[in-house]
């Protein structure tokens, strides 16, 4: 069983999008996947509600309570994605973090979703098997404008922190419409589509030395 958690302190950054798409690409490749939805929103429950018809269905588990959801996870899960609340700080996510393979932190390109983010990667550090290098963490920077200014600003930032840049999502609207349909980038084959699933390759690869 592979376990990924995906957390940061700010609102907004795209946990849940991260989440459900890798999600879906675990599912699609033939993993029995589990998403555990630690967010009170539950967008990531209701996006797998969603799909739950489909042969990549993918099975939700309410988090809401602390550890209880180590009870909920079935004996044969292959991929556990964690969806953490918002604003969560590393040690609201002990139970988490204990059992988490990879971190996954999406970071929004602007100074001042990066100066958010610093706190939270801050207490990350403290912890004793991100300190040693044991537990990777890996930041991704999502809904990227890479032609702006801002989003080459930012990515020049971020290589700079201790923690490496694993991918940079490109904004786009497909997200938020496949997120209302239970879907993911990889559920589909379109040209565009495609282009925009070669951004994800970076993550994946990383994810799977983890």
């Given at each position: 069983m592979k376990t990924i958690l995906v957390a940061s302190s700010k609102g907004g950054a795209g946990k849940s999008t991260i989440a459900t798409n890798l999600a879906a690409n675990f599912a699609?490749?033939?993993k029995r996947t589990v998403l555990v939805d630690a967010d009170p929103q539950g967008s990531s429950t209701r996006w797998a509600e969603r799909r739950a018809e489909l042969e990549s269905a993918v099975l939700p588990i309410d988090a809401s309570g602390k550890r209880a959801w180590l009870t909920r996870l079935p004996e044969d899960a292959e991929r556990v994605?964690?969806?953490a609340a918002a604003g969560a700080m590393a040690e609201d996510l002990d139970s988490f973090i204990e059992h988490a393979d990879a971190i996954v932190v999406p970071v929004l390109p602007s100074a001042m979703d990066i100066?958010?983010?610093v706190g939270f990667l801050n207490t990350l550090a403290k912890v004793p098997r991100v300190h040693k290098r044991k537990l990777p963490v890996g930041l991704v920077i999502n809904?990227?404008?890479p032609w702006t200014n801002a989003s080459?600003?930012?990515?020049e930032m971020l290589k700079t922190w201790p923690y490496p840049v694993v991918a940079q999502l490109r904004d786009t609207q497909a997200y938020v419409v496949l997120a209302g349909l239970g879907r993911?980038?990889?559920?589909?084959?379109s040209a565009q589509v495609r282009d925009h699933q070669g951004d994800w390759d970076p993550l994946l690869k990383w994810i799977k030395k983890a």
């Open positions: 699609l490749e033939g994605i964690i969806d100066e958010a983010t809904r990227s404008k080459q600003q930012a990515a993911s980038l990889f559920d589909y084959k």
